[in-house]
């Protein structure tokens, strides 16, 4: 079992002393991982040994905070089969995805230690004996609080961008996977300064007493409840809120593609890390002219799939993080059945230990079904039959959500208006996956604010001093 430890101050072990919290095995039930829980006071003395080391990591050059990054990056990946056996203890993700995990993160640090020292600020044209300039600082304590779905990955981008920066970080991996969390956090740990980076365990009190503090910016990755209830937080405090929550992702089938491409699509854009992705696909809307070839092959597509524990090589889709998003998952599925959804596989609870849930596909699907308005998280497929384009992009634009949508589609006028149309941070057009590497969006409505990837983190983790430098006036006045 894993046994967790916090950090404070450069202090593994510290604190802890509200609780100890125990994660099961969503295979099987047995313990997996324990981890403590923080006091209020620990909160307190974790930012507070970040304000004190703040100062002199904010002077440390660039390029040797970014060298530290790249010695975390390679001791990360020396044990990359390690880190994701742990996901896949915890979480119950199949190990190949949990080992991709590990190697985004390792590769986004690398990325934040080239780009963090050749950032600059600007010069501006004033008087001619002066010195003008735009430069970005350390903004100063960041609050890093991550979920469970993708936990290194998400959690290297925060870390990377934020200590690049010259900020340092009060770390709260999600309550879901706190070893995970922690063998990170140990990594990087013995590559930087006492106090630089502080580890918190425990559950949403700890991440909400966390939010709760003087800190400069709260920068959230998971639910919108949560991003909602911490963006209050940082009304109080004064807190620079960057908030990547969630979403319910439209997918459109357009009448002029391959109904069994699709199908393919929408099968790996729905089942993909048993539908916990941000971006996994959470409704389609296919037109009718392609509804039942479609329907039929994504049905086909989706019993294909094997279920098992990550830690078979076979399994594709492992079980569900735990038996409580297990129950909410199928809650929705129930919801949507009880409402006149026709369920074409799957929806039922299976018999034995752990969290597994099947791929599901539900058809005759409405609007009004939280399956199709809210984010089910889970590997469902939810599908309503439309007559024309113009009407699949209204009922995809009518969600509380923006963080991505993706249209299958040949005709490049549709594909046109619905990049510029649909009210949303991410277009993806003919691909439920991919892009260019550097992407970076600004989510809407609930599914957050700020860039919280790419480039652009940097700037967000920042903020801009405009300098003026005149030579001294009066008798004499010069330097
Ligand atoms: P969550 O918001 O419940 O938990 C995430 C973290 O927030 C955890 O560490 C948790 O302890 C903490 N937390 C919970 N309540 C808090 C509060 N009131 N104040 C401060 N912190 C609090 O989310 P989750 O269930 O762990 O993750 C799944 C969600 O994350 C999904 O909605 C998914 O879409 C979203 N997600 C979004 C992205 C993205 O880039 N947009 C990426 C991955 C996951």
Redesign the pocket.
Known sequence: MYQVQQLIGGVWGAGGDAGRLTVLDPVDGTPVSEAPVATEADVGAAVKAARSAAPRWARTSPAERAAALRRAADAIEAVADQLAEVQTAELGRPLALARGGVEAGVSTLRQYAELGPVRGGRSLAGDAGAIDLMVPQPRGIVAV??????PVA?SCGLLGAALVTGNTVVY?????TPAAGFLLARLLDEHLPSGVLSLLTG??R???A??GQEVDVVA????????R??AA?CARSGAKALL????SDPLIVDGDVDPRWAAEQAAMGAFANSGQ??VSVERIYVLRSVANRFLGALVQSAKAMRVGPGRDPRSELGPLVDRRHRDHVHGQVQAAVADGASVLLGGTVPDGPGAFYPPTVLGECTDQMLVMRE?T?GPVAPVMVVESFDEALSRASNSPYG?AATVLTASMSNAQRAWRELPVGTVKINAVFGGAPGGAAE?RGG??QGF?YGPELLDELTATKAVHIGAPGGEGGRW
């Open positions: 609080i991550t979920p469970w779905n993708d998400v709260k991996p999600s309550e879901r559950d949403a700890v991440g909400a966390l939010a959230h990755v998971g639910s919108t409840a949560t991003g209830s911490i937080a990547e929550n969630g979403g992705l941000c984010e998280f963080l989510p599914s957050g919280g």
